[in-house]
């Protein structure tokens, strides 16, 4: 019972440390695995309206499941500390060889 309640607390200080960084009116969002904590519905809600929380400010969105990352304009895919590859969720995962795709495709075999 106490992992369930720290579970929620950690998701509910996830979604003020958010907020806090919005608040702040910064021209620049750096937001490192924002929605780690959060259950499946927050993080559906917070990606769903990405842009219109960001608004115009450029933000960087660090995550390791790429679910998290197809709303995103551009991404950048490192490997052993170097970018490897960019583009879109699209451009990615249709390049061929892509690292990108092949992450992809490991991760999604678990939604199907």
Request: overall charge neutral; some cysteine.
């Given at each position: 019972?106490?992992?369930?309640?720290?579970?929620?607390?950690?998701?509910?200080?996830?979604?003020?440390s958010i907020a806090r960084a919005l608040?702040?009116?910064?021209p620049c969002l750096i937001l490192d695995?924002?929605?780690?904590?959060?259950?499946?519905?927050?993080?559906?809600?917070?990606?769903?309206?990405?842009?219109?929380?960001?608004?115009?400010?450029?933000?960087?969105?660090?995550?390791?499941?790429?679910?998290?990352?197809?709303?995103?304009?551009?991404?950048?895919v490192f490997d052993e500390g170097k970018?490897?590859?960019?583009?879109?969720?699209?451009?990615?995962?249709?390049?061929?060889?892509?690292?990108?795709?092949?992450?992809?495709?490991?991760?999604?075999?678990?939604?199907?």
């Amino acid at each position: 019972m106490q992992t369930k309640e720290l579970k929620s607390q950690g998701g509910e200080a996830q979604k003020l440390s958010i907020a806090r960084a919005l608040y702040k009116d910064s021209p620049c969002l750096i937001l490192d695995e924002p929605t780690a904590a959060l259950d499946a519905q927050a993080e559906y809600e917070i990606y769903k309206d990405f842009r219109k929380i960001v608004k115009e400010k450029t933000a960087v969105f660090v995550s390791h499941r790429l679910s998290s990352c197809r709303f995103c304009d551009k991404i950048l895919v490192f490997d052993e500390g170097k970018i490897v590859e960019s583009g879109s969720h699209e451009e990615l995962i249709k390049a061929e060889n892509s690292l990108y795709a092949k992450l992809w495709n490991a991760q999604a075999q678990y939604y199907v």
